[in-house]
């Protein structure tokens, strides 16, 4: 396993906890670095424009980096009767999911 830096290792700890399923289909994929590293990449950048740019408070960037980037968790079951009704603002828990959205931030 390579070395991380300290975001990084937050970011994967927290997908290892709250999206088992990600993770793995990360790996599967043989993603797993290169998602890892985008993110990483796209949360100390919105950190740096929150704070640097925007003159926010650290705690008030770092919550709302917090918030793009580390989704809610993902359901336990894997029963649909046990699951939420889909709605147009839950989050998509799939790596293709996942994908779209650090390429969707890349252009804002």
């Known amino acids: 396993m390579p070395d991380r830096d300290l975001l990084s290792s937050l970011i994967l700890e927290h997908w290892s906890r709250y999206h088992p399923s990600m993770l793995a289909q990360l790996k599967e994929q043989n993603l797993l670095e290169e998602v890892l590293q985008e993110t990483a990449d796209q949360f100390a950048d919105l950190l740096y424009q929150a704070v640097s740019v925007r003159k926010m408070e650290h705690h008030q960037a770092w919550e709302l980096a917090v918030s793009e980037f580390l989704l809610p968790e993902e359901p336990l079951s894997t029963n649909p009767n046990a699951l939420p009704p889909e709605t147009s603002t839950s989050?998509?828990?799939t790596v293709s999911?996942?994908?779209?959205?650090?390429?969707?931030?890349?252009?804002?």
């Open 97 to 108: 999911g996942w994908v779209e959205r650090m390429r969707r931030r890349k252009t804002i």
């Open 91 to 93: 989050p998509t828990l």
